[in-house]
């Protein structure tokens, strides 16, 4: 990683923290190295009653089947523990989401 590409995400990860997420990390937009791991988890039922882990696995399998110009991600967390995830934690990942969005940022949600 170049001294910049490092600067850069330096840069995009203290915005985000600034935004109010929780946990904010960066990597590659191509496959991930455990995708056929997470493939067989799934098929082995593991996910309980997670359904939305199997929903849009071919995108989360390959980032560029949703953003195919890509070169990074940015994945964000938000905690709303103790709240309703519908009144509380989307209303405020949606503020969030914005606030990356007016600085540039395409959103695309694989949940």
Known sequence: MS????????????LALELGFDLVTA????????GPAL??????GHA?????????VEERLDP?????????????ALNYFGSSRITVGVPALKRRM?????NGFRESSAA
């Open 3 to 14: 001294l910049l590409t490092a600067a850069l995400t330096d840069s995009v990860k203290a």
């Open 27 to 34: 990597g590659p937009a191509g496959p991930p190295e455990h």
């Open 39 to 44: 493939r067989d988890w799934l098929e082995a």
């Open 48 to 56: 309980g009653t997670m359904g939305y882990l199997e929903r849009r």
């Open 64 to 76: 560029a089947r949703v953003l195919p110009d890509a070169h990074s991600v940015l994945c964000v």
């Open 98 to 102: 914005k606030g990356l969005s007016d």
